[in-house]
């Protein structure tokens, strides 16, 4: 399997982009937590169409323009990770759940603890919101890019009033 990558400027920091050969493999913030850095078995390419597609969608998300991106991903993990990350992408513009709810929604209610170890895990972020997932008490819990990172992304998309929690 071929993997690229690169970085990309954003109003959060820059952003490295990981893709394979069935999409977007990874968006990392710099600083994140779990951070594996892909330059050890991939090869930089700015140019990449995944690349540019992402970078022009990542800027309108930013502008407040886009509400949905419309790339592929590739995700690599457990089929119970997965099926988290695939249930994060579920979750819309300007929503919130919760860690229990995304328990249940992947059919094992009381798992809320290991689904937030994996939506900490969630390679992808952004373009898979894990940060639109709150704490049952509606406060924000970690978040591998860092709690001040969560809340302007949930304040772009007017999930959260600016100010609060």
């Given at each position: 399997m071929t993997t690229i990558h690169t970085i990309i400027p954003s109003v959060v920091g820059d952003l490295q982009l990981v893709a394979g050969d069935g999409g977007l493999r990874g968006l990392h913030m710099a600083g994140q937590k779990y951070f594996v850095d892909?330059?050890?078995?991939?090869?930089?390419?700015?140019?990449?169409?995944?690349?540019?597609?992402?970078?022009e969608q990542l800027e309108?998300?930013?502008?407040?323009?886009?509400r949905a991106f419309d790339l592929p991903?590739?995700?690599v993990g457990t089929a119970v990770q997965v099926s988290i990350w695939e249930q994060l992408r579920l979750i819309p513009f300007g929503?919130?759940?919760?860690?229990?709810?995304l328990?249940?929604?992947?059919?094992k209610p009381?798992?809320?603890?290991?689904?937030g170890q994996a939506v900490g895990h969630?390679?992808?972020c952004i373009v898979v919101p894990c940060h639109r997932v709150?704490?049952?008490?509606?406060?924000l819990t970690g978040y591998a890019g860092g709690l001040e990172r969560k809340r302007r992304l949930l304040e772009l998309e007017g999930a959260l009033q600016p100010g609060l929690l």
């Open positions: 892909p330059a050890v078995d991939s090869r930089p390419d700015p140019s990449a169409e995944l690349f540019v597609r992402a970078a309108a998300y930013f502008a407040g323009d886009l991903v590739e995700f929503a919130t759940t919760t860690y229990g709810a328990a249940a929604a992947i059919g009381g798992m809320a603890q290991g689904v969630n390679p992808v709150i704490g049952a008490n509606g406060a």
